[in-house]
């Protein structure tokens, strides 16, 4: 069965440090995509980043960068230099086609609850 | 703008009423989802929908119905079969089914009284 693990329900740090939101995966298929989503307190998810399954690089955009290791089966997210702004719930997700048909769903973790303080 | 627009904001239900709350996206997508989303349980899916007029249930149908009769639409109802209905209820939408970049509306918070 497909699941996604974000053990760390919640993280505080200070305005400036970096930190890491671990984000670990389950599931049978060989194809899949990976999904990182920031949910701010006005509630909309916002789309970060999707990876596929074949696709190893990691990914740096700007402050945000991305490791995906399938040895692992991980998918973590890292914030440099972090700042009050990027307090919010962040959603690690997985994607594969639903068995019977041609539509991919979503499945989510948790979340994390980050909180950066000034 | 291009979006998807999810009302009401916030919606307050008696106890044995059902509710239909709205999710209309003008961004040409096929793909249409409902998630609920309860504090420190992540997103979980109630239905989706491929195209117009096809709908599937997700993990957590019970209680809920919706319709698709306009690609641009796609409405959950929330019947009184639903016993905890309180909850935050975020729709989204996608153009590519099979690995879905889904783009969410802003929610809508319905709580029973």
């Known amino acids: 069965a497909q699941k996604v693990t974000q053990a760390q329900t919640e993280i505080s740090v200070v305005e400036k440090e970096d930190v890491t939101l671990d984000c670990v995966y389950e599931?049978?298929?060989?194809?899949?995509?990976l999904f990182w989503y920031k949910q701010p307190p006005s509630g909309e998810l916002v789309f970060l980043i999707r990876?596929?399954?074949?696709?190893?690089q990691n990914e740096i955009s700007g402050r945000y960068s991305w490791n995906f290791q399938k040895s692992t089966s991980s998918f973590n997210f890292t914030i440099t230099a972090s700042q009050v702004v990027d307090s919010a719930v962040y959603f690690c997700?997985?994607?594969?086609?639903?068995?019977?048909?041609?539509?991919?769903?979503?499945?989510f973790g948790r979340g994390t609850q980050l909180t950066v303080w000034p | 703008d291009g979006g998807i627009t999810q009302s009401p904001k916030y919606l307050f239900r008696k106890e044995g009423q059902n509710v239909t709350l709205s999710c209309e996206q003008n961004l040409n997508h096929d793909a249409m989802y409902w998630y609920r989303q309860d504090p420190g349980q992540g997103l979980r899916l109630i239905y989706y929908?491929?195209?117009?007029?096809?709908?599937q249930k997700g993990d957590i149908a019970e209680g809920y119905s919706v319709s698709r009769e306009k690609k641009e639409s796609f409405p959950l109802t929330v019947t009184s079969a639903q016993k905890n209905p309180t909850a935050f209820y975020l729709c989204?939408?996608?153009?590519?089914?099979?690995?879905?970049?889904?783009?969410f509306g802003q929610g809508t918070r319905l709580t029973v009284v």
């Open positions: 929908s491929q195209i117009v007029n096809d709908f």
């Open positions: 599931t049978r298929d060989t194809t899949y995509y």
């Open positions: 989204a939408s996608t153009d590519d089914p099979q690995g879905p970049e889904a783009f």
């Open positions: 990876r596929n399954s074949f696709d190893e």
């Open positions: 997700a997985l994607s594969d086609l639903d068995r019977g048909s041609t539509l991919g769903r979503l499945y």
